[in-house]
């Protein structure tokens, strides 16, 4: 999966996690915690979603990594 | 309109999942209402058929308002006395004029208030049914089963077809019936339904009659909304709240009104029945929700209004400590792995767990204090505050929390939370909780010290799940941490047991393969 499909996927799954968060006024700097307000269950969810659309599962070693969304991103790019 | 939380003054019907003819089960879902915090959906009271609804879709009512009514059974309606076509009549209908024996959906803001009153007319006609010599026509299924979903009695009807068997003509034509004689009662009930407790006996606390005198309310106007029609305070309150003052006077912030009339009574159990709705009045404030910033708006007020109260009543006090998740944390990672992501647990299904058992275990922090005394409750119907993005929060409840295991609580948690957000919640979930656990350090706070929801008498707060450097058995280590803290009542308990609490969570944490 190249970094444009990645960055699509992460986007989708975000917006349908949390509705209010618009793709296109989205900073891939943003973390998922203090700036995004995802809880765990969200993240569990967002990982969720993206394992259903990249078809990449997620191992839970993994979740400490995920802190932003360019780091989302930058893992399916890698892996989907 | 049921009270689906002790804070909620006003609920809105936004969708029928029921219409008239349908025949409700108890506990049946009859409506989604949207009241300030989120929609909810709330189930009938009673069983028997929906003659009518009797708010609009959009209205905004009080709490205790009658949104629907529902016929106690079919043999209610005299449907046969309706009867165009004179000789239907095949069994005697019961005495009992239908206006007494049909209860509303919304039998007030006591949850579990069974207009009991009400009931015993409908075991009456019960009875009379019994006795009347009853001829069975004969009736194919397919048309008991029509006459069934439209709440008609086949044994009740004539029917026209060959040998006299009923038809589908004829239980139309009888629901049609049943439908024009619902309607032409249906103002009396709606107009009164306090009537319904029965002959001239208002029930009342004494105190309510105090406050009725001091007032200068007469009990009999009033709608009681307490435990079998009841007339509580706070009915009191919104009544002297609702007559007709000076434009002046009306004009002040909701607060103005009851307040300062008591202030006698003050001090801890001032308004016992914190269970009913709450005693400040927005009348006319009730918003229509169009928009998110109006829902956060009144969202926020609502909070406002019970946290104001939960201050004002409850002497809280406040404990902390320090819980090692190592053990939890492990464990949580080797039950996960190799899941599904949708199996997955996270840390909060553990902390949940086990404050639920901690609960069960340290009942002081389990129940409600209401009327001056604490109720201990059986069950353990944890509340998890949940944050809704856009703002504000609802604390729905996980029911029989106690009795679940890690992964029952994460599926319930998972579901809840989903549901809260999505506006879906059940009128139970907002009703039930028995203790609160916030889980504020999910976004980043070290330690969250909550203020109890009224009138429950604890609320759990965790923080952040933190790496700390921890020392034992003389050997310092680094590991991961959670400040746990505990809000209580201080009529209902004190530090001692509540540190017995908290020590009751931190031993559950150590093994959480028992939990």
């Known amino acids: 999966m190249n970094d444009t499909d990645a960055r699509v996927a992460v986007f989708a799954a975000l917006h349908e996690i949390a509705p209010d968060v618009e793709p296109d006024d989205l900073d891939p700097g943003a973390r998922l915690r203090q700036d995004l307000e995802l809880d765990s269950l969200d993240f569990l969810r967002l990982l969720e979603v993206l394992a259903g659309s990249t078809g990449v599962s997620t191992p839970e070693d993994d979740y400490r990594d995920l802190t932003t969304v360019q780091s989302l991103i930058d893992y399916f790019a890698a892996r989907g | 309109m049921p009270s689906l939380g002790a804070d909620m003054e006003h609920g809105k019907v936004v969708e029928w999942l029921v219409k008239p003819g349908d025949y409700v089960h108890r506990g049946d879902l009859v409506a989604e209402v949207d009241t300030e915090k989120t929609v909810m959906e709330i189930e009938s009271f009673e069983e028997g058929v929906v003659a009518e609804y009797l708010v609009d879709l959009g209205e905004t009512v009080p709490v205790g308002t009658p949104i629907a009514r529902v016929t106690g059974t079919p043999a209610d309606v005299p449907v046969e006395v309706a009867a165009p076509d004179g000789g239907a009549v095949e069994r005697a209908v019961a005495a009992e004029p239908a206006v007494e024996s049909e209860p509303t959906v919304s039998a007030g803001p006591a949850v579990a208030a069974e207009p009991a009153v009400a009931a015993e007319p409908v075991a009456a006609v019960a009875v009379g049914h019994a006795d009347a010599p009853v001829e069975h026509p004969a009736v194919a299924p397919p048309i008991r089963h029509l006459a069934h979903r439209l709440g008609i009695e086949v044994d009740g009807l004539h029917g026209t077809g060959r040998h006299g068997a009923v038809t589908r003509a004829d239980v139309e034509a009888a629901a049609e019936r049943l439908h024009r004689a619902a309607e032409s009662v249906a103002p009396t009930v709606a107009a009164r339904p306090a009537a319904a407790t029965g002959a001239g006996r208002v029930r009342s606390s004494p105190r309510a009659r105090r406050l009725a005198v001091e007032l200068g309310v007469d009990l009999a106007t009033v709608e009681g909304t307490g435990p079998g029609g009841a007339v509580t305070e706070a009915d009191l309150h919104r009544n002297a709240a609702s007559r007709p003052v000076p434009a002046a006077e009306a004009a002040p912030a909701p607060h103005a009104e009851p307040e300062p009339t008591h202030v006698g009574e003050a001090g801890p159990g001032r308004h016992p029945r914190s269970s009913g709705a709450a005693e400040t009045s927005e009348t006319g404030a009730a918003p229509d929700g169009s928009s998110a910033a109006q829902r956060v708006a009144s969202l926020r007020r609502a909070i406002g209004s019970l946290m104001s109260r939960s201050k004002r009543e409850i002497p809280h006090y406040y404990l902390s400590t320090t819980i090692d ?191």
Do not use: K
């Not at chain 2, 005394?373 to 604390?395: I, M």
């Not at chain 2, 604890?458 to 790496?467: I, N, P, Q, T």
């Open chain 2, 325 to 515: 998740l190592g053990a939890a944390l492990d464990w949580m990672r080797g039950a996960n792995a190799g899941r599904p992501l949708a199996e997955r647990l996270v840390p909060a299904a553990l902390l949940l767990a086990a404050s639920a058992r901690a609960a069960r275990d340290v009942p002081e922090m389990n129940g409600f204090f209401v009327d001056g005394e604490f109720r201990q409750s059986e069950a353990v119907h944890l509340g998890v505050a949940v944050a809704l993005r856009g703002g504000g929060l609802v604390a729905p409840a996980i029911h029989d929390a106690d009795r679940l295991e890690p992964d029952e609580v994460m599926a319930a948690l998972r579901d809840l939370v989903a549901r809260a957000r999505a506006g879906r919640l059940r009128r139970a979930e907002m009703a039930d909780p028995t203790i609160t656990v916030t889980n504020l350090g999910e976004l980043g706070v070290e330690s969250v010290f909550g203020v109890i929801y009224a009138p429950q008498v604890a609320l759990v707060g965790f923080g952040r799940v933190v790496e700390r450097p921890w020392a034992e058995n003389g050997l310092l280590g680094v590991r991961p941490v959670v400040t746990t803290t505990l809000s209580a009542d201080h009529r209902v308990s004190d530090g001692l047991r509540g540190g017995r609490f908290l020590a009751r969570v931190d031993e559950l944490l150590q093994r959480p393969e028992e939990l």
